[in-house]
């Protein structure tokens, strides 16, 4: 079994920053593509940002020059630094993972969530 969680969610006012960190634990073999996604209230959950197992890196436009996703593969971890944050990126963050668990199966995985909050 493999376990995502996250971390670093919070309360923050227009215009700070806040960490997010994803650690993954288990029966990993290896990790693939890694990513941020976020649910608003009301809204569809939404892609924030992913990152290869190389380090290639994609962004929603939204965040584009905000946020800078990163990863550590020795640690089975993954980052979201979010700066000049604005009041609509608030939403539950999700970390997700697609997780090899042998040298050939690798499924999908999801951590429970972490609140960010930004206020006005």
């Known amino acids: 079994q493999v376990q995502l969680v996250e971390s670093g969610g919070g309360l923050v006012q227009a215009g700070g920053s806040l960490r997010l960190s994803c650690a993954a634990s288990?029966?990993?073999?290896?990790?693939?593509?890694m990513g941020w996604y976020r649910q608003a209230p009301g809204k569809q959950r939404e892609l924030v940002a992913t990152?290869?197992?190389?380090?290639?890196?994609n962004y929603a436009d939204s965040v584009k020059g905000r946020f800078t996703i990163s990863r550590d593969n020795g640690k089975n971890r993954m980052y979201l630094q979010m700066n000049s944050l604005k009041p609509e990126d608030t939403a539950v963050y999700y970390c997700?993972?697609?997780?090899?668990?042998?040298?050939?199966?690798?499924?999908?995985?999801w951590g429970q969530g972490t609140q960010v909050t930004v206020s006005s």
């Open positions: 997700h993972a697609e997780v090899y668990t042998s040298s050939y199966y690798a499924r999908p995985y």
């Open positions: 990152i290869s197992s190389g380090g290639s890196t």
């Open positions: 288990g029966s990993i073999f290896s990790i693939n593509a």
